[in-house]
């Protein structure tokens, strides 16, 4: 009887280690899936010298992802995303920024070095 009561509370703990593993790798997965949302917008807006139209392309393209991203006009994105596991109850966000670098700003930079 002892051994099937070790069996059962040994079991338990695996479940609860496995159900905590799976939530932190989907956790990741969603941190991962926001990075890459992110550097592709920014890749694809500078690509399109910061048009207004990519950039809200891609603002609702993150809202359909279920992020968050914006564009001050000093050329500064931010996206927000959420994640969460849970087993824990536990719900976060975090947010990517980066400076859209824009061809014209640079040319700009350059011709004032001569």
């Given at each position: 009887m002892d051994t099937v009561i070790k069996g059962y509370i040994g079991m338990y703990f695996l479940a609860i280690i496995s159900f905590a593993?799976?939530?932190?790798i989907a956790a990741s997965c969603r941190v991962r899936q926001a990075d890459r949302f992110f550097e592709d917008?920014?890749?694809?807006?500078?690509?399109?010298?910061?048009s207004g139209d990519m950039?809200?392309?891609?603002?609702?393209?993150?809202?359909?992802e279920g992020f968050e991203l914006s564009v001050d006009p000093e050329g500064e994105a931010v996206l927000t995303y959420k994640y969460s596991m849970p087993l824990f109850g536990?719900?976060?966000s975090g947010r990517f920024t980066d400076k859209i670098?824009?061809?014209?700003?640079?040319?700009?930079?350059?011709?004032?070095?001569?």
């Open positions: 593993g799976v939530g932190i917008a920014l890749y694809e807006i500078e690509a399109n010298e910061g950039i809200e392309e891609y603002s609702d393209r993150a809202i359909e536990f719900e976060n670098h824009l061809e014209q700003e640079d040319e700009k930079d350059n011709e004032g070095d001569m």
